[in-house]
């Protein structure tokens, strides 16, 4: 069935006017000129092909036809009012769905999901692996991704794009003869035959921890194990050119659990 088109800007105004019964009170409401509530109403009434209000010696008063549509109409922002309170609940819940990758999400967000859970009991998490992963077929709040900024999507950095070249302690003494691990992400130096290649950084990391070889690999990615003594810094912290973010469509980004979400993770790094 065809639905009738509603000016429902006009709508609002002609309620605001009503409850007024002043369009200069109703402008001030509306944040608009008189002229411009004079304008909706005008329009309106040519869209319903009556007359809403008429001027008295008094003031502004409705017409019967005015009085006529004010409650049904009230009854419909009522209604507007509740469906979108309904389409909002997401954003009151407590749960969270985020795409990370495997290896990123134990090494350095972990440990912050757990606090930031301890900080707001009764939140749960949703993580889902592939952090290219469509946001409205998996239904994500927010994705991490190694990447050289947000694209089409809102973003902010964990933090700045930093790389490292790191390996096993016992093996530093040896860096300018040690094997190179390969991953997609950062290219080697001109000229290096890596001896091993894996698929990502998680890999590339577990890779320099065992022992073989040297890796180019995100600061953020390694810094705790860096401070653990797992691997140390060959070369580096230099700047990068790609960055862990954290990504969203713009909606996402004016929920209020992703507000708090994104600041204490922003500030935990």
Known sequence: MKRTHLPLNALRVYDAAARHLSFTRAADELAVTPAAVGQQIRALEDHLGTVLFRRTSKGLELTEEGCAGLAPLREGFLKFEESVQNMQAGQASDR??????????????????????????????????????????ANLDVAIRLVDGPGELEGVE????????????????????????????APLPEGAQPTVQVSNAGQALSSAVAGLGKAILPYLLVEESIEAGKVVALEGPDEGR?????????????QKKMKGLVAFLTEAG
């Open 96 to 137: 969270y769905t985020i795409a990370a990758p495997r290896e990123f999400y134990a090494q350095w967000l972990a440990p912050r999901l757990a606090a930031f859970r301890e900080a707001n009991p009764g939140i749960s998490f949703m993580l889902v692996e592939n952090e290219n992963a469509d946001f409205t077929e």
């Open 158 to 185: 964990l933090a700045p794009a930093r790389r490292v070249v790191v390996a096993r302690p016992e093996l530093a003494d040896k860096a300018d003869t040690l094997d190179w691990i390969d991953w997609p992400g």
């Open 242 to 254: 790609r960055a862990y973010w954290l990504i969203a469509p713009l909606p996402q980004w004016r």
